[in-house]
């Protein structure tokens, strides 16, 4: 089981960046797959991008593919979200999750069983 802390969300202006972070708790942590979901009011929790364990294997959201870049620091426990060229529609709060499944990067959400308590992004137009 890892403890899962967001920050790094904030108030931006379309087409501007931001890099979210994710500060991650256990020993186990290095064997996680770990992924970014986010959920705008009214709507699903959606899938964002997910990294497997080594970093070898990334998964996007076809909507923000070339834009957003996952990545982690096994011995910083951390895991950020780069985001460029941001969109209104980008607007949601963000979620980091966790998969014991080492090698997935599945979109599923119920494959991701540790959440942390999310951080809001919001892109004005």
């Known amino acids: 089981q890892v403890h899962l802390v967001e920050s790094g969300g904030g108030l931006v202006q379309a087409g501007d960046s931001l890099r979210l972070y994710c500060a991650a708790s256990?020993?186990?942590?290095?064997?996680?797959?770990m992924a970014w979901f986010r959920q705008a009011p009214g709507k699903e929790r959606e899938f964002v991008a997910a990294?497997?364990?080594?970093?070898?294997?990334?998964n996007y959201l076809d909507s923000v593919k070339g834009r957003f870049t996952i990545s982690r620091d096994n011995v910083q426990k951390m895991v950020y979200l780069d985001m460029t060229n941001l969109k209104p529609e980008d607007t949601a709060i963000y979620y980091c999750?966790?998969?014991?499944?080492?090698?997935?990067?599945?979109?599923?959400?119920?494959?991701?069983?540790?959440w942390g308590q999310g951080t809001q992004v919001t892109v004005s137009s």
């Open positions: 256990g020993q186990t942590f290095i064997t996680y797959a």
């Open positions: 999750a966790a998969s014991p499944l080492g090698s997935t990067t599945e979109p599923d959400s119920y494959t991701w069983g540790s």
């Open positions: 990294i497997s364990w080594t970093g070898g294997t990334t």
